[in-house]
């Protein structure tokens, strides 16, 4: 009853903002996952913290599992999910290493290279719309990156390029996460995605396998249940709205990020890091009074048979 009316309630709704609704739980779910990881022992491998991330998302993820049932793995599009799967185990391994070993605000607004990325990838494979006014406040957005990051004064180590590899295959897997979505439902997209991925990341994990003391082990679980919420979240957000209006969303990372990196690492804002904050908030505040206004628009703005 109450899943009834929530549908009901979501269908009343915007496509679009019920779309970048989703995006904010997963920035802000992203983010905790993201946090939880950097909190883990420099001991234990991010190999074993990408299987273990998908291990106890696996077992979060189990109830849906035993609801479906195997009937959830049908599908006419296996391919394409391999090709998920493999995108995003990349991605997501070489996120955990950004992370791990880069400041977290640093590393979040790296990440913030992502949404040029996928509006790219959307233009040329989905053949997305994107308009001349959208692709102003998604470059201002990113200079709201760029005033944060300060590139002049950012050491280029290894783990910016390795986020900067992460944020191509990133976007290559939700151009397929929409693909999919056309035809699969979200729990069928997941299945593929955490199954597969636990399997094929507890097979190279053996290599350097390590037990992670109890602490860790509790870290990882909370990584897992906060990410496995974020996919979730992702994908729901995809079948509401294309990527390319969704992928500027990501800009809010930022926003979540710098506090608690604050609070949790000791890693103080500065005022560059504030003035970019603004502009990334005022960015997608405009995507999305542009995207409504162009979806609802004014009766006098309509033309009349």
């Known amino acids: 009853m109450a899943e009834y009316r929530m549908t009901t309630f979501i269908e009343g709704l915007s496509p679009k903002l019920v779309g970048a609704s989703f995006m904010l739980m997963w920035a802000l779910s992203f983010s905790t996952a993201m946090s939880f990881a950097k909190s883990l022992s420099p001991e234990v491998d991010s190999v074993i913290v990408l ?25 006419k599009r296996l391919p394409l999910h391999i090709l998920r799967v493999l995108f995003v185990g990349i991605a997501m391994g070489c996120t955990y290493y950004a992370y791990r070993n880069l400041p977290l605000a640093l590393a979040t607004s790296i990440g913030m290279t992502g949404p040029l990325f996928t509006t790219l990838l959307s233009l040329l494979i989905l053949k997305d719309s994107v308009s001349f006014s959208k692709w102003l406040l998604i470059i201002f957005g990113y200079l709201g990156v760029v005033v944060m990051v300060r590139p002049h004064e ?24 929409k693909l999919l979505s056309r035809t699969e439902s979200t729990v069928t997209i997941m299945l593929y995605t955490t199954t597969a991925t636990t399997f094929f990341g507890g097979l190279v994990a053996i290599s350097v396998w390590k037990t992670p003391a109890l602490h860790d082990l509790l870290i990882l679980m909370a990584v897992g249940a906060f990410g496995v919420f974020s996919q979730y979240a992702y994908v729901s957000a995809l079948k509401y709205a294309n990527p390319s209006y969704l992928s500027p969303f990501e800009y809010t990372r930022l926003c979540f990020a710098v506090p608690v990196g ?27 009074r542009l995207e409504l206004t162009y979806q609802n628009p004014k009766p006098d703005e309509m033309i009349s048979p």
């Open 51 to 75: 299987f273990m991330r998908y291990f106890f998302g696996l077992l979060f993820f189990s109830p849906f599992i035993m609801r479906v049932g195997i009937k959830g793995f049908s599908t």
């Open 154 to 177: 950012m050491p280029v180590s290894l783990g910016v390029w390795v986020e900067l590899f992460a944020n191509l295959f990133a976007a290559l897997a939700i151009v397929c996460t």
């Open 262 to 288: 604050y609070f949790f690492f000791q890693e103080v804002p500065t005022a560059w890091t504030f003035v970019g904050s603004f502009m990334i908030i005022a960015a997608t505040y405009g995507l999305t």
